[in-house]
Every structure is written in C-alpha cells, then in structure tokens.
C-alpha cells in the first residue's frame, strides 16, 4: 500500500508539471496579452509606456523562462497577483474554492445517498428494477439549467418558500441552507444516475453470488445480507464514480453557479479565461486537476481495503 502510495504521489507530481507546462504554453501561445489589453482600455499609453510595463511584469522574457519564474515562485508559495481581480489571487482563489466545496461537496453527498439506497432498492425487489432505470435515465437527461430554473419557478416565484439565488447576508448556518437547497438539489438529482445504476448492476451481481445464497440459508435477514455482505463487495464501483465526480468539487458547476448567482469555481474559471487572466486561470486548473488526481488515490486506496485482493 504505501509503495503504491508514494508511486502515484511521484505520477501526480510529474502530471502536474506537465499539464502547468502546457497549459502555460497554450496561453502564453494566445494572442494578445494583458499589455495589449491595457492599451486598447486606455488610449493614452505610449508604445515606450508598453514596454515599460513588459518589462515589470516580466512579459519581455522567453516563454520557458517565465515559466520557469512562474513554477519557481509556486513552490515557495507566492501565488502572484490576479490582473483582472487585482488583488492577490488567493484572495481570489480561496474564497471561490470554499464556496463551490461547500454547493457540490453537499451535492456529492446527497447523489450518492440516494443513488446507493434507489440502487438498493431495486437489487432487493426485482420489479423495482425498471423503475430504478428509469429514474436514472430520467435523472441523467435532464439538462441542470432546465431544471433549476424549474425549482426557482416553483419554490421561490411561486411558493416563496426560499431564494432564488445569491448567498446569506448573515452568516447563520440556518440562513445559509436556505440559499443551498435549491441549487444542491439541482446538482444531486442530476447526478444521481451514475450511482443509480452502478449500484443496482453491482448488487444484482452479488446477490446471485454463492455466498449469499449460503447466508440465506443460516436465516439471515434480507436486510443483513443486502447491506452485510453484498454492499461492501458492490461498493467498489460506486467508489470509483465518487472518485471521478470529486474533479468537480474544485472546477465548479458554472452553469448552476450562474443560474443561482453563487460565486465559485466555474464561474471564476471562466472568468479567468476570458479575462486573459493566467496567473490565475493556470492557478485554478492545476488545482482542480490536483484534486482529481488525489480523490483518485484515495478511491484506489479505499478499494483495496475494501477488496484486499485487489493489492496482489
């Protein structure tokens, strides 16, 4: 396990640098750049004033080199300035990363809940089956505008009942909820089929397994056996899924955050890119990347404490 562990920990390391090299070397290849963009907002500067502040800000250099500068300086943890912010761009980064964790964090949860507990349901009870697909297909075709624009009808036009969107005024964890639940369940409803289906063909498949056929046989309850013994083994697909859905934890939901008004990653990618931003538009997307890569780890990791023949 822990040669796995640091082995993997050496391929993020190298996939990391590789993926800041090219994306640095797709932006830096963009044409334009922030000095162009400051003399088209102000026609006063002077072609000596561009130079000037090429100079200052590094841009008279060879691409590798300010690369190198760049990569430099993110190790000893001087994540340089936003231009289009301009402030600090963790003072951007961090606020924005905070926010989408807490929406598709919470998001996460709830689709994997209840995927599992549908996936369940329809292992235990054959005739549910269909009624599972269905909901599943259900859930995976419907676009998440369509329906958080639908929720937003409904319970903030026409109910009342909570906001259409934007965040608490006070910090109250009551108050915050109410601003979350519409935007969660926009994301956890359409999320949900992957872990549907995944754990309904996973549990059909362990149930008519040997060994559950023995434990019915020692009068253990349908229950037990289903969540006893058949999930753990069932469990490894839907690990895998939370893995791959966990890079959206930190490259954000932007439509979702758009239609809700909820500052976030997406948003603030999106932002970043078209801004000309590259400090930190690159700073944002290694970030999600890392994530990915990490929650990766960590479900091969959980599926080898789960199934241990899995580390032979």
């Given at each position: 396990?822990?040669?796995?562990?640091?082995?993997?920990?050496?391929?993020?390391?190298a996939t990391?640098?590789?993926?800041?090299a090219a994306?640095?070397?797709?932006?830096?290849?963009?044409?334009?750049?922030?000095?162009?963009?400051?003399?088209?907002?102000?026609?006063?500067?002077?072609?000596?004033?561009?130079?000037?502040?090429?100079?200052?800000?590094?841009?008279?250099?060879?691409?590798?080199?300010?690369?190198?500068?760049?990569?430099?300086?993110?190790?000893?943890?001087?994540?340089?300035?936003?231009?289009?912010?301009?402030?600090?761009?963790?003072?951007?980064?961090?606020?924005?990363?905070?926010?989408?964790?807490?929406?598709?964090?919470?998001?996460?949860?709830?689709?994997?809940?209840?995927?599992?507990?549908?996936?369940?349901?329809?292992?235990?009870?054959?005739?549910?089956?269909?009624?599972?697909?269905?909901?599943?297909?259900?859930?995976?075709?419907?676009?998440?505008?369509?329906?958080?624009?639908?929720?937003?009808?409904?319970?903030?036009?026409?109910?009342?009942?909570?906001?259409?969107?934007?965040?608490?005024?006070?910090?109250?964890?009551?108050?915050?909820?109410?601003?979350?639940?519409?935007?969660?369940?926009?994301?956890?409803?359409?999320?949900?089929?992957?872990?549907?289906?995944?754990?309904?063909?996973?549990?059909?498949?362990?149930?008519?397994?040997?060994?559950?056929?023995?434990?019915?046989?020692?009068?253990?309850?349908?229950?037990?056996?289903?969540?006893?013994?058949?999930?753990?083994?069932?469990?490894?697909?839907?690990?895998?899924?939370?893995?791959?859905?966990?890079?959206?934890?930190?490259?954000?939901?932007?439509?979702t955050e758009?239609?809700?008004?909820?500052?976030?990653?997406?948003?603030?990618?999106?932002?970043?890119?078209?801004?000309?931003?590259?400090?930190?538009?690159?700073?944002?997307?290694?970030?999600?990347?890392?994530?990915?890569?990490?929650?990766?780890?960590?479900?091969?990791?959980?599926?080898?404490?789960?199934?241990?023949?899995?580390?032979?």
């Amino acid at each position: 396990m822990l040669r796995l562990i640091l082995g993997r920990l050496v391929q993020i390391a190298a996939t990391l640098a590789l993926v800041s090299a090219a994306t640095w070397l797709a932006m830096g290849l963009m044409p334009g750049d922030p000095i162009d963009l400051a003399l088209m907002a102000d026609p006063k500067l002077t072609a000596e004033d561009a130079a000037r502040l090429r100079a200052l800000h590094g841009l008279d250099q060879p691409l590798h080199a300010r690369y190198l500068a760049w990569a430099a300086a993110v190790l000893r943890g001087e994540f340089g300035h936003s231009r289009l912010f301009a402030v600090p761009a963790a003072q951007v980064l961090w606020p924005a990363l905070g926010s989408t964790l807490v929406l598709l964090g919470w998001s996460l949860l709830l689709a994997a809940v209840l995927g599992v507990l549908l996936g369940a349901w329809g292992a235990a009870r054959r005739r549910a089956a269909p009624v599972v697909d269905g909901i599943a297909i259900l859930a995976q075709s419907t676009p998440s505008f369509w329906l958080g624009i639908l929720l937003v009808i409904l319970f903030a036009v026409e109910l009342g009942w909570l906001p259409a969107g934007g965040l608490a005024d006070s910090p109250g964890v009551a108050e915050a909820a109410r601003f979350l639940i519409l935007p969660v369940a926009t994301l956890a409803i359409v999320n949900l089929a992957a872990y549907a289906r995944h754990a309904l063909a996973a549990l059909q498949a362990e149930l008519g397994a040997d060994y559950i056929r023995t434990a019915r046989m020692k009068g253990l309850s349908e229950r037990a056996i289903l969540w006893r013994h058949a999930f753990p083994n069932a469990a490894i697909p839907v690990v895998t899924v939370l893995a791959l859905d966990a890079g959206s934890l930190v490259s954000g939901a932007l439509v979702t955050e758009t239609i809700f008004a909820r500052p976030g990653m997406g948003k603030l990618i999106y932002d970043a890119v078209m801004g000309n931003d590259y400090n930190l538009a690159l700073l944002a997307l290694l970030l999600a990347a890392l994530v990915t890569m990490l929650a990766t780890l960590a479900a091969d990791v959980a599926q080898r404490l789960i199934d241990p023949r899995l580390s032979r």
